[in-house]
């Protein structure tokens, strides 16, 4: 599996994403929707036949664990949006980066990881991932040169990165990614989705999604996915098989729907993101808005270079730590208090009490987890309904 990486570029079809989000994922099929195949598994004429689908691996009509034609569908769609050769999809995000990690790393082996990730990444990382031997390395993603200077061990297998990160939405520079001389780095895009950057370019070997989030786009899929060097997808899913977080056919199928939708679904959101956030930051209610599109963002010009668009996800932080969040949810009434991020509902959540619960006070401060933090997943509200939802949520935090 230690082959070097290749540039996927020439990979990327000359369409836009935009038509190739229509016209992937179809198989040839007249059908202009999706079907699903519900089958756990497929009869064969006898056992010479069985032992052929056996061995035929991600090519066989054997068992749905190893493969199912709807959740390969998904998985060929996913792959060409991001300029990979292979895709391989599981029952969550979380199912996609435990089987990576397990799939490339042994124990002895070093992995450097960003301190800004998911609470459920850095738990993982901490928790099971030491516990079966591997050293992890967290460092400050947006220190220039930090994941290169920490991934020089010996022993150093995979470099993991989340930009834009939640919950902070720091960056991870893609191109200084792409050029350390390790065996494997994997950038969590979940965030930008494949409409605003394409990792596997600039030289990443791997890319993840949640595709619960913006890619489904509708909270009704609950899948992950990893894209690139199809040699490296096959390693990977022969681990997956036995770990066995599946992918559902009906969850494929609910986000091969989403993907039809996704460009205009994330043009829109990515407007009302940018604008909402430029009114937080004006309205003076705020200690700090996050926001890559924003100029006062500290790595807004790294943004600028790697991201065709800045996400629908902002975060803001007030005055007067978690009673102040407290109240300023209490008063919204049209933005919904959820963790998850990516569907046509405006969903807001306080970290530190939700997605990085449990995580220890030095992992908090590192992922910029902080009581005063919230994290505004934007949806396809009207802008002015939502900065009216906004403004008398400030109102009430302050009362």
Not at 27 to 50: F, K, P, V
Not at 128 to 139: A, E, K, L, Y
Not at 171 to 193: N, Q
Not at 337 to 360: K, N, V
């Amino acid at each position: 599996m230690r082959r070097p990486r290749q540039q996927y570029a020439s990979l990327v079809a000359e369409k836009n994403r935009d038509t190739t989000a229509i016209t992937t994922g179809r198989n040839g099929a007249r059908s202009l929707a999706s079907d699903i195949s519900t089958s756990t598994t497929w009869s064969s004429s006898g056992l010479d036949e069985t032992h052929q689908e056996a061995v035929a691996g991600r090519n066989s009509k054997l068992y749905s664990r190893y493969t199912n034609p709807t959740v390969r569908q998904f998985e060929t769609a996913i792959a060409e949006l991001e300029g990979a050769e292979d895709a391989l999809a599981f029952g969550s995000g979380m199912g996609a980066l435990a089987s990576v990690v397990y799939a490339l790393c042994s124990p002895g082996d070093h992995i450097v990881a960003q301190q800004q990730l998911y609470g459920g990444t850095i738990a993982f990382l901490n928790g099971p991932v030491r516990r079966m031997g591997i050293n992890v390395t967290f460092v400050d993603a947006t220190v220039p040169g930090a994941f290169t200077a920490a991934a020089k061990t010996p022993r150093t297998m995979l470099v993991i990165a989340e930009t834009p990160a939640n919950p902070s939405l720091a960056l991870a520079d893609l191109a200084e990614l792409g050029a350390i001389a390790v065996p494997f780095t994997m950038v969590d895009s979940t965030f930008a989705t494949p409409m605003s950057q394409q990792p596997l370019s600039h030289g990443v070997n791997l890319s993840l999604h949640s595709a619960t989030k913006g890619i489904g786009g509708h909270n009704d899929a609950l899948l992950g996915v990893v894209a690139g060097e199809k040699d490296l997808i096959d390693a990977i899913w022969a681990y997956s098989v036995l770990h066995g977080a599946s992918a559902s056919p009906y969850d494929a199928h609910n986000a091969l729907r989403g993907i039809r939708t996704l460009p205009v679904r994330h043009e829109r959101q990515c407007a009302t993101a940018m604008e909402l956030a430029t009114w937080c930051e004006s309205s003076g209610n705020c200690s700090t808005v996050y926001y890559p599109g924003l100029s006062s963002h500290p790595q807004h010009q790294l943004a600028a270079r790697q991201m065709t668009s800045f996400g629908s996800v902002f975060a803001i932080e007030i005055p007067g730590g978690i009673d102040s969040c407290r109240a300023f949810i209490a008063a919204l009434q049209l933005i919904r208090p959820a963790t998850s991020l990516g569907g046509p509902e405006t969903l807001i959540c306080h970290p530190a009490t939700s997605t990085h619960f449990g995580l220890d006070e030095e992992s908090l401060s590192g992922a910029l987890a902080g009581d005063g933090l919230m994290r505004i997943s934007i949806g396809l509200e009207h802008v002015d309904d939502l900065r009216n939802d906004l403004a008398a949520a400030f109102a009430a935090s302050h009362s």
